[in-house]
């Protein structure tokens, strides 16, 4: 039978999602849970890679099991094996072709940003932090352009695997309250580093160094290194996997009071 198992987990804990020799990834540590309670060995496949550093609000995945076991052994035993950084949400029976990657229609990414002169405390390891003022306008503006299909090789780490650049960014929204600032991206995918990359742009616009046309003028040049550079990972949250309802998978809390900073750094 195949599962499907949602997850969240604070990726300060690991050195990314995708399994490595060490055994240090959220991968690793899963598929020993789920191994465990299988039985036998369990290999999952993710809706996404996360990199070292950064969080899951959800992260869906899907395995493939001849365990039979009750779903709540996939949620609350699996939850017993799991380090407390990283935590089973729900698991469904599903289709044996329902794929984790494949089958998702978008996926949705919150950064939060803490703009003060000082660097955090309590949030560290949850926030991006920016020294300078930063206007929220500026890059509410230089995102706009972004938004639909496009090329986005200015936003692509070297190292992506991606077979094309070509992305849909369906959402590009900068907001803030207090000192925190919020931006939320959502496309059908996304390039290695994309998200942070896009956010190290705002930022140089925000703070005043380049004009709000530079953004664009990125993305039609379609050069990496003419862009800003990668923003840390500390802010990055996978917040939701969206799939067609037919698949009988819940989409994932995309609320931003779901991230235990929030509330903290929003005030």
């Known amino acids: 039978m195949r599962i499907a198992l949602g997850l969240e987990y604070d990726g300060s804990r690991f050195c990314g999602w995708q399994s490595q020799p060490s ?13 465990r309670i299988a039985g036998s060995d369990v290999r999952v496949t993710s809706a996404g890679r ?29 939850n017993a094996q799991l380090p407390g950084s ?5 698991a469904r029976e599903v289709a044996a072709d329902f794929h984790a990657r494949f089958s998702a229609r978008s996926r949705t990414y919150y950064y939060l940003l803490l703009n003060r002169p000082v660097r955090p405390g309590l949030g560290q390891r949850r926030v991006g932090w920016f020294h300078l003022p930063l206007e929220l306008e500026r890059m509410q503006e230089a995102a706009r352009p972004l938004l639909g299909s496009h090329d986005f090789s200015a936003f692509r780490a070297a190292e992506c695997q991606a077979k ?49 046309e530079w953004v664009r003028q990125l993305l039609e040049q379609r050069d990496r290194t003419l862009a800003a550079p990668t923003f840390a990972p500390d802010g990055l949250y996978l917040a939701g996997i969206e799939y067609d309802a037919a ?17 903290w750094a929003a005030s």
């Not at 991968?27 to 849970?33: I, K, P």
């Not at 990283?86 to 729900?90: D, K, N, P, T």
Request: glycine fraction near 8%; include cysteine.
């Open 164 to 212: 094309s650049p070509v992305k849909d960014l369906y959402r590009a929204d900068i907001s803030r309250q207090g000192e925190l600032f919020v931006f939320e991206f959502r496309a059908n995918a996304f390039l290695h580093h994309m998200v942070r990359n896009i956010v190290g742009c705002l930022v140089y616009v925000g703070k005043g160094r380049y004009p709000v």
């Open 86 to 90: 990283v935590a089973a949400l729900w």
């Open 247 to 263: 698949w009988g998978v819940p989409r994932g809390e995309l609320a931003l009071n779901a991230i235990p900073v929030y509330q």
């Open 50 to 78: 996360t990199d070292s550093g950064v969080h899951a609000l959800t992260q869906v995945v899907h395995f493939d099991t001849g365990a039979n076991r009750p779903l709540s052994a996939w949620v609350r035993g699996v």
């Open 23 to 35: 055994g240090c990834s959220v991968q690793d540590a899963l598929e020993a849970a789920l191994s």
